[in-house]
Nanobody
Framework: QVQLVESGGGLVQPGGSLRLSCAASGSIVSINSMGWYRQAPGKQRELLADISSGGSTNYEDSVKGRFTISRDNAKNTVYLQMNSLKPEDTAVYYC???????????????WGRGTQVTVSS
C-alpha cells in the first residue's frame, strides 16, 4: 500500500505564511511528478503547482510569486511554501503523486486526504 499524508495546515492571518508537507510512504519504487491542489467550498479542485522528479516546476497563475513547491526525493516528501496568503487561498489542500510500487510496471496516481488552510483575521 501507498499513503500520502499532508501536514502543516491551519489558521493564518492575511499576509502570513504556512508551509505544507506531504510524505509518501509504503512499497514505493520511484515517484514521478508530485503536486499540490486545493479545493474551496463550492469550487472544483484546482492544480496549484507541480514538480517533476528532476525538479522542474509549474505554477498556476494565481500563486506564482507567492507559493513555492519543492521536494526531498530521499524522504519522498513534497513541500508547499505559501507566503502572502490571502483570504481567497482558504481551501482544503491536497497532495498528489505518480508512484510506481514494487511489482508494478506502471505509475499510479495517489492522493492525500487533505489539510485545511484558513486565511482570516
Amino acid at each position: 500500500q501507498v499513503q500520502l499524508v499532508e501536514s502543516g495546515g491551519g489558521l493564518v492571518q492575511p499576509g502570513g505564511s504556512l508551509r505544507l508537507s506531504c510524505a509518501a510512504s509504503g512499497s514505493i519504487v520511484s515517484i514521478n511528478s508530485m503536486g499540490w491542489y486545493r479545493q474551496a467550498p463550492g469550487k472544483q479542485r484546482e492544480l496549484l503547482a507541480d514538480i517533476s522528479s528532476g525538479g522542474s516546476t509549474n505554477y498556476e497563475d494565481s500563486v506564482k510569486g507567492r507559493f513555492t513547491i519543492s521536494r526531498d526525493n530521499a524522504k519522498n516528501t513534497v513541500y508547499l511554501q505559501m507566503n502572502s496568503l490571502k483570504p481567497e487561498d482558504t481551501a482544503v489542500y491536497y497532495c498528489n503523486a505518480l508512484i510506481k510500487r514494487y511489482h508494478s510496471l506502471i505509475f499510479t496516481e495517489y492522493w492525500g486526504r487533505g489539510t485545511q488552510v484558513t486565511v482570516s483575521s
